[in-house]
């Protein structure tokens, strides 16, 4: 199983990103698929989740700013994000959980001031 997170890129406090991670495998109904961020110097934190049935949850810093969502027929998760702040400023990392855990790359999102 492979994840391919993309999207990221430099945009101004206030603006949006849309990012997107295509996950490889038949069976991609059946993640629990998330997004993590880790900021400069810090540790790495949940943003949000969506379940096998669409439930979503995120963290306390983007919930309002951000949404999770998925489309089972083409193996995507999406992750849009709305209203940034230099705050949000981190690499986005995609994880999926099926069994174990499968991290992707990293996608860095720089928010400037």
């Known amino acids: 199983v492979q994840l391919q997170a993309s999207g990221g890129g430099l945009v101004q406090a206030g603006g949006s990103l849309r990012l997107s991670c295509a996950v490889s495998?038949?069976?991609?109904?059946?993640?629990?698929m998330s997004w993590y961020r880790q900021p400069p110097g810090k540790e790495r934190e949940l943003v949000a989740l969506?379940?096998?049935?669409?439930?979503?949850s995120y963290g306390d810093s983007v919930k309002g700013r951000f949404t999770i969502s998925r489309d089972n027929g083409v193996n995507m998760v999406y992750l849009q994000m709305n209203n940034l702040k230099p705050e949000d400023t981190a690499v986005y990392y995609c994880?999926?959980?099926?069994?174990?855990?499968?991290w992707g790359q990293g996608t860095q999102v720089t928010v400037s001031s």
């Open positions: 994880r999926g959980y099926y069994t174990r855990v499968y």
């Open positions: 969506i379940g096998v049935g669409g439930s979503t």
């Open positions: 495998g038949d069976i991609f109904s059946m993640y629990v």
